[in-house]
């Protein structure tokens, strides 16, 4: 009787403490913090967009700005027209490594099966970054990452991770580059 009375215990245990984590994007707000603002909105399929709130481009398209298509929205149409160089591969690895350490271990082990898309605004001339913004569902873990680790990850892909724009991306006002992250595959390092 006992062994079952500390089983019932260290199982509501678990369950408060999975339970209770905060959710910090569960509606839409502005979060003002030292030195900048985010704003959290929740769109169609209940997903979550968090942007910076001086980002310029969140959620928009970029656009033809010379060539023959001028004043189109981009579209990509397989590889030959890719805004990114098909040889960068080392800015892709650096996006993966520059995020790894921004996470403690409670959160690599916390947010292991859930995806973040991590969306980066791209300078086409220069191609460091100039904007991020995030999405993640309602559901997702993520909703419980502090604000604090967000302007973090922006601040470093800003900082240092440059990629090679394409003749097509140069023509472009902006790339937009989403990819997603997901923390299994380096739980273990």
């Not at 656009?63 to 892709?92: F, H, L, Q, W």
């Not at 440059?162 to 580059?177: K, N, V, Y």
Request: proline share 4%; hydrophobic share 35%.
């Amino acid at each position: 009787m006992k062994i079952l009375f500390s089983v019932v215990i260290g199982l509501l245990i678990g369950v408060h403490s999975a339970t209770a984590q905060t959710n910090y994007y569960s509606t839409p707000k502005t979060f003002n913090e030292n030195g900048y603002s985010y704003e959290c909105t929740i769109g169609a399929g209940r997903i979550i967009t968090l942007a910076n709130k001086d980002n310029k481009y969140t959620n928009k398209m970029p656009a033809y700005v010379t060539g023959k298509e001028r004043g189109k929205e981009y579209v990509c149409k397989g590889m030959s027209n890719v805004p990114i160089s098909s040889e960068d591969i080392y800015s892709r690895r650096a996006c993966y490594m520059t995020l790894k350490p921004l996470f403690t271990q409670e959160e690599r082990k916390r947010l292991r099966d859930e995806t973040l898309d991590i969306n980066m605004i791209i300078n086409p001339q220069t191609g460091r970054v100039m904007e991020v913004y995030f999405e993640f569902y309602i559901l997702s873990l993520y909703n419980t990452v502090p604000l604090s680790t967000y302007r973090k990850i922006e601040l470093e892909l800003m900082n240092k991770v440059c990629f090679i724009p394409s003749e097509t991306g140069r023509m472009l006002d902006f790339i937009l580059f989403s990819w997603s992250y997901h923390l299994a595959s380096i739980i273990d390092d």
